[in-house]
């Protein structure tokens, strides 16, 4: 069974990546380590520098996440700074940011990079769309989960548990991911 590295600490992202891999004969594992994170114009600029930095220094196959939250009205602020102005404004800052403002659609971003040594990274995205709440609610999940409504929703995905919580997530790049590798090993 070949293995991947997934360069991670959320084991949520490893879990997910094992549910689409490993039927295929990918066995996942994961790491945590710390990888530079370029100032990009989008995830999955930092996404595939990221694993390609990983792949380097580990010389095995890995994958490599990153994300943001994109709002609209902002021009998609935080996007690639979400954990930047997750450290310092949180999301009461902008909760404050978006006072008055009607228009509050957003979206999430994940770009998953795979790479293998010798190689560029492949990336996959998913999407998550919907909106920002006027106010934080919920008691589940972390962050933006207290703020963001997954579109068909009438609350945050803080109000949700984990196990459904998680069905929110797109998986679409998990699946795109294990459609590449079938094809590479056929």
Not at 85 to 92: K, L, N, R, V
Request: with cysteine; glycine share 8%; aromatic share 12%.
């Amino acid at each position: 069974m070949e293995t991947i590295t997934y360069v991670t600490g959320n084991l949520a992202k490893v879990e997910s990546a094992k549910h689409a891999l490993e039927p295929l004969g990918f066995e996942i594992d994961n790491i945590k380590m710390e990888t530079p994170e370029i100032q990009a114009e989008d995830v999955v600029e930092v996404s595939k520098y990221s694993a390609k930095w990983a792949c380097e220094k580990l010389n095995k196959p890995v994958l490599k996440n990153d994300s943001g939250l994109f709002v609209n009205v902002l021009k998609g602020f935080p996007g690639v700074y979400t954990h930047y102005i997750e450290d310092t404004i949180g999301e009461d800052g902008l909760l404050k940011l978006m006072e008055n403002v009607n228009d509050r659609t957003a979206y999430f971003k994940e770009s998953i990079a795979y790479c293998e040594p010798g190689a560029e990274p492949v990336v996959f995205e998913g999407i998550i769309r919907g909106k920002i709440d006027t106010k934080k609610s919920g008691i589940y999940g972390w962050s933006w989960d207290f703020v963001f409504i997954p579109d068909g929703e009438e609350k945050t995905l803080g109000c949700f548990p984990d196990e459904e919580r998680w069905e929110f997530w797109s998986q679409d790049a998990y699946k795109e991911l294990a459609e590449y590798l079938k094809g590479t090993r056929e």
